[in-house]
């Protein structure tokens, strides 16, 4: 069966600190991969998706990049922390040939800036 | 995608039937209707889809109209563990990658 790790679940930082975020996804090949943020109070929104190794698309313009250096590895990053990147990070894969299933998603990392 | 419309929220006496109710008037003919739910602090969790006929799995059903423009998703004995914000979201397949949350309702199931 297919897994998703997402790791830490909870983390504290400074701002103007860096970020690291790793999702990584078992039990399957070829997923598409994305990145959503929840602020608090608010919606989820779509950050970063990805159809393949090396291949990111951005949704929102914003302190943060993405990027998929192996197929089940997807990892969200910032040279800079702000305050406003506080939120609930949640990353998320579905089939690449799409279908009809839906998306599976992470627990979430929720990150507070400082 | 089309838009969707969903009540603020909703309360449902645990044990009974909980009918979650969601408006897409301009929803488009190979749009699909899904269902998500976020328990808090929690990722979302995908329940059921479908395009035209009525779904059943292991968490709920899903009666889609036939004109297609509304849904209810039934939970048929709501539990206080399916207290959560419920989504319904219309996406073509194949379509755009987002997949694109509202504001959801909130249900609370009481004891």
């Known amino acids: 069966s297919q897994t998703i790790h997402q790791w830490p679940a909870t983390l504290v930082q400074p701002v103007g600190s860096p970020l690291s975020l790793e999702c990584t996804v078992e039990?399957?090949?070829?997923?598409?991969l994305y990145w959503y943020r929840q602020a608090a109070g608010r919606g989820l929104q779509l950050l970063f998706y990805?159809?393949?190794?090396?291949?990111i698309s951005s949704e929102v313009p914003q302190n943060l990049s993405a990027s998929r250096p192996q197929d089940r590895q997807f990892i969200l990053s910032s040279k800079k922390l702000l305050l406003s990147d506080s939120g609930f990070y949640l990353c998320?894969?579905?089939?690449?040939?799409?279908?009809?299933?839906?998306?599976?998603f992470g627990s979430g990392t929720r990150l507070t800036v400082v | 995608d089309a838009k969707t419309t969903q009540p603020p929220s909703m309360d449902c006496a645990e044990g009974r039937a909980a009918n979650l109710p969601c408006n897409h008037s301009?929803?488009?003919?190979?749009?699909?209707v899904y269902w998500y739910r976020q328990i808090h602090s929690q990722g979302p969790q995908y329940i059921i889809h479908?395009?035209?006929n009525n779904e059943t799995n292991e968490m709920a059903s899903l009666i889609i109209t036939e004109d297609r423009k509304s849904s209810t998703l039934i939970l048929p004995h709501a539990t206080l563990r399916d207290t959560a914000v419920y989504y319904c979201?219309?996406?073509?397949?194949?379509?755009?990658?987002?997949?694109?949350f509202g504001k959801g309702m909130k249900l609370t199931v009481n004891p």
């Open positions: 998320a894969w579905r089939h690449r040939t799409g279908g009809n299933g839906g998306y599976t």
């Open positions: 039990g399957t090949s070829n997923p598409n």
């Open positions: 990805s159809v393949g190794i090396g291949q």
């Open positions: 301009t929803i488009s003919g190979n749009e699909y």
């Open positions: 479908g395009l035209k």
């Open positions: 979201i219309v996406k073509a397949q194949g379509g755009s990658e987002k997949l694109v």
